[in-house]
């Protein structure tokens, strides 16, 4: 089993920056790749990011594209979701999921793909 705690986020004015964590702890090291999903009040889950175990190879949805950085500490079993210039489009809850028995050298963008989820982190955008 593996568990996955969120952090990081709050109100932030449009422009502003915020970072995301997501600590893993348990069997991380099952683990064969991580993403970042947010679901807006009344909207579907969906994909912001992925990243790849093997490779670290990453993804991007088209509307945080150089704006959203993820990257991975290995040694701290920790996600991260740098995000820069947000905008009000942005405000969500986000959470970090994991998956483990799926091709570590692919991305999975699919909230069905994931076996394991954090509680999620709110992030509010003002205007």
């Known amino acids: 089993q593996v568990h996955l705690v969120e952090s990081g986020g709050g109100l932030v004015q449009a422009g502003g920056s915020l970072r995301l964590s997501c600590a893993a702890s348990?069997?991380?090291?099952?683990?064969?790749?991580m993403g970042w999903f947010r679901q807006a009040p009344g909207k579907e889950r969906k994909v912001v990011g992925a990243i790849t175990w093997i490779g670290s190879t990453t993804y991007y949805v088209d509307s945080v594209k150089g704006r959203f950085t993820i990257s991975r500490d290995d040694a701290k079993n920790t996600l991260y979701l740098e995000m820069n210039s947000l905008k009000p489009e942005d405000t969500a809850m986000y959470y970090c999921a994991a998956h483990r028995a799926r091709s570590p050298s692919t991305i999975w963008t699919v909230s069905d793909e994931y076996d394991y989820w954090g509680q999620g982190t709110q992030v509010t955008v003002s205007s």
């Open positions: 348990g069997r991380t090291s099952s683990l064969h790749g």
